[in-house]
C-alpha cells in the first residue's frame, strides 16, 4: 500500500507489494527467504519483511521519485538493517535503538535526492545470525528552503567536534566483508554526522594465521564470530583496505587517523591460537616480558631495540595509507616493560641492587 498525504508525504507499508524480486519473499519463516509478516500500529497495519537469523537474496523499491526527501525507516527492536540507495558505493547498516520484539521504531536515516534511486535491502552483509526487520518507509518531501539549509549544515565545520574510532574487528566479526569496497562502510557510516577525526585500526600485524588447519570447519571456536574473523580475514590486503578506508572518509570530509593498539600482542585460553595471536610474538619468544618471579608474560618487552624497531616500522607503514595521523593507542593494561634482562642490568648499573 502507498499512502500520499496533502504535504507530499508518502508512505510505504505491506512492503512485500513494493520490493521486488517476489520470489525472495515468503509468509513462512525460511532461511532463504524474507518473511511476511502482519503488524500494526495506531497509525497503520502493514506486511514487514523480516529475516530472523536467515540469509535471503536482496530485494528492492524502486519509488520512482523525483527531488530531495527524508527517508523514515519504521522497524521493531533488535534489528540490524544493511541499506544501499543506488548512488551509494556500499551497504550502510542502521541499527534500532530499542532491544525487544514489540515495540516499533521510526527513525531518520537519511535526507537525499531520490530522483532515479532505489532502496536495496541485503542479508548478505550480516555474518552473525542478527536479524532484519523493516515495517514501512517514510518519504518526506524537503522544499527548497530545507534542502538549502541541509546542505548549508553539511558545508559547515565548526559543528564538528567528535573524534570516533573503530576498530574495525567488528566489521569481520559481525559482517560478511568480502570486497574493498564493503570497507568503505566504515567511513560511510559517519556521513552527515559531528564527527570531525575518524581513527580506524589497523589490525593487520594483529591477527593471526596459525590455525593447523584452513579448514575451519573442523576447528572450534569460542563465538560465532570469531569463526566469521578467522575464515574472513585472509580475503584482504590490510594496506589496501586502510587506503581505501582514508579514501572514502576523505571525499566524506573527514579527518583519517590509523590507530594501533601499542600491547596487543595476543591472549590467554580460550582466546589463544587465533586471530589475536601476533605472529611476531609467536615467532620471538626470546623477548617476552617477565614478571619479577621469573614468569612469563603473553606480551613482548618494549626493552629490546628489536620490538621497539617493528613496532616503528608499522607506524611507518600505516602512515603511507594516506591519513592525517598515526595514532598510539595504549589500553587495556598490558605491560609493555617488566623484569626483562635489559631492564633488570640498567637498575643495577644505576642503584646497585636488583628491582626484585
Request: aromatic share 12%; proline share 4%.
Amino acid at each position: 500500500m502507498i499512502e500520499r498525504k496533502e504535504n507530499g508525504e508518502i508512505l510505504y507499508t505491506n512492503l512485500d507489494e513494493h520490493f521486488e524480486p517476489r520470489e525472495n519473499l515468503s509468509p513462512y519463516a525460511l532461511m532463504d527467504k524474507w518473511r511476511i509478516v502482519p503488524v500494526g500500529t495506531a497509525e497503520y497495519s502493514t506486511n514487514m519483511l523480516a529475516s530472523l537469523g536467515g540469509h535471503p537474496e536482496d530485494v528492492t523499491l524502486s519509488p520512482e521519485l523525483e527531488g530531495w526527501y527524508k527517508i523514515y525507516l519504521h522497524t521493531l527492536g533488535q534489528s540490524v538493517l544493511h541499506l544501499k540507495l543506488s548512488g551509494d558505493p556500499c551497504f550502510c547498516a542502521a541499527t534500532a535503538s530499542l532491544r525487544d520484539f514489540y515495540t516499533m521504531e521510526e527513525f531518520l536515516w537519511r535526507c537525499t535526492d531520490m530522483t532515479g534511486q532505489s532502496l536495496t535491502l541485503t542479508r548478505k552483509r550480516d555474518a552473525n545470525d542478527r536479524h532484519s526487520m523493516l515495517a514501512a518507509i517514510r518519504f518526506v518531501p524537503m522544499s527548497e528552503e530545507e534542502v538549502a539549509q541541509y546542505q548549508a549544515e553539511e558545508a559547515r565545520t565548526d559543528t564538528k567536534r567528535l573524534y570516533a574510532t573503530d576498530d574495525m574487528h567488528a566489521h569481520l566479526y559481525f559482517e560478511h566483508t568480502r570486497t574493498l569496497d564493503d570497507w568503505r562502510a566504515v567511513a560511510l557510516n559517519y556521513a552527515h554526522s559531528d564527527v570531525e577525526w575518524l581513527s580506524i585500526e589497523q589490525i593487520r600485524n594483529f591477527v593471526s594465521c596459525r590455525l593447523p588447519t584452513k579448514d575451519t570447519a573442523n576447528f572450534c571456536f569460542p563465538r560465532a564470530g570469531d569463526r566469521n574473523v578467522q575464515e574472513q580475514y585472509p580475503l584482504f590486503d590490510y594496506d589496501e583496505v586502510l587506503k581505501t578506508v582514508v579514501e572514502q572518509g576523505h571525499s566524506q570530509g573527514l579527518k583519517m587517523s590509523v590507530s594501533l593498539r601499542m600491547g596487543a600482542w595476543g591472549l590467554t585460553y580460550p582466546y589463544d591460537q587465533y586471530y589475536f595471536d601476533c605472529d611476531f610474538m609467536q615467532e620471538n619468544p626470546q623477548w617476552r616480558t617477565y614478571d619479577r618471579n621469573g614468569d612469563e608474560i603473553a606480551a613482548i618487552s618494549y626493552a629490546y631495540p628489536e620490538v621497539r624497531r617493528f613496532m616503528v616500522d608499522e607506524l611507518l607503514n600505516m602512515a603511507r595509507s594516506g591519513c592525517d595521523a598515526v595514532t598510539l593507542i595504549a589500553h587495556r593494561g598490558i605491560p609493555y616493560v617488566l623484569y626483562e634482562k635489559p631492564v633488570v642490568d640498567r637498575f643495577f648499573e644505576l642503584y646497585g641492587e636488583y628491582p626484585y
